[in-house]
């Protein structure tokens, strides 16, 4: 089955940074990969995602790249700020399969 | 914006007994799950459930575990006879149909084993 690896476990930036979370999957037939954030107590929030038949997105400060040659794909945000603090999963999913397999999270601490 | 919601939040529980599990997902989706994330793990698959029947579950999802549709707006999982290793957090999802649709997180339930 599919396996999804996503790196760094914690990632702490100084507001103003950009982050950058990144994930690699193994089955090539994965199309959908949606980034969720989840803050503290709250539940897990869609905040962006890709399908396989484009290489980039970006909505505001954020994006997701990727590359389905290397079956990876990455979180970028710029121009952090102290409420982006949360811990951000990937996941991916074969389309007609519905179920998604996640990452082990990303706990990102943007400091003031 | 409608929202996925869950009960109880926490559950404490004594080893060998049921649980239940209530979720009401959002008023027009069709597809609904349950995943489950034990401390520290990733967040795995449980169970997805359509037109009143699974459609596919994990291994996880043994004999111990059911899930049902009671009514038009109630998902239930129930765990018949709890063991220490299902301590967990479980979350409930839905999404609109069937494809690569975004699923729709419900805040979780925190169920202690002891």
């Known amino acids: 089955g599919e396996n999804v690896e996503q790196h760094p476990s914690t990632l702490s930036v100084q507001e103003g940074d950009s982050a950058v979370i990144k994930c690699t999957y193994s089955?090539?037939?994965?199309?959908?990969f949606p980034w969720y954030k989840q803050e503290l107590g709250k539940r897990p929030q869609l905040i962006i995602d890709?399908?396989?038949?484009?290489g980039e997105k970006k909505d505001q400060r954020i994006a997701v790249t990727l590359n389905k040659t290397a079956k990876h794909f990455s979180l970028h945000i710029t121009e952090t700020q102290p409420e982006d603090s949360a811990v951000y999963f990937c996941?991916?999913?074969?389309?007609?399969?519905?179920?998604?397999?996640f990452g082990s999270g990303t706990k990102l601490n943007v400091k003031p | 914006e409608p929202e996925v919601t869950q009960t109880p939040s926490h559950q404490v529980t004594q080893m060998g007994q049921e649980v239940i599990l209530r979720c009401v997902p959002i008023?027009?989706?069709?597809?609904f799950y349950w995943y489950r994330q034990i401390l520290g793990q990733k967040v795995e698959f449980l169970v997805s459930f359509y037109n009143n029947e699974i459609s596919e579950k994990s291994e996880i999802f043994d004999d111990q575990f059911s899930v049902e549709r009671p009514d038009g707006s109630n998902f239930t999982l129930k765990i018949r006879s709890t063991k220490l290793e299902d301590s967990a957090m479980y979350f409930c999802?839905?999404?609109?149909?069937?494809?690569?649709?975004?699923?729709?997180f419900g805040p979780g339930t925190r169920l202690l084993v002891l």
């Open positions: 996941a991916a999913s074969i389309s007609g399969f519905n179920k998604f397999y």
């Open positions: 008023s027009n989706h069709l597809y």
């Open positions: 890709i399908r396989s038949n484009v």
């Open positions: 999802a839905s999404s609109p149909q069937t494809g690569v649709e975004t699923q729709y």
């Open positions: 089955d090539s037939a994965s199309n959908y």
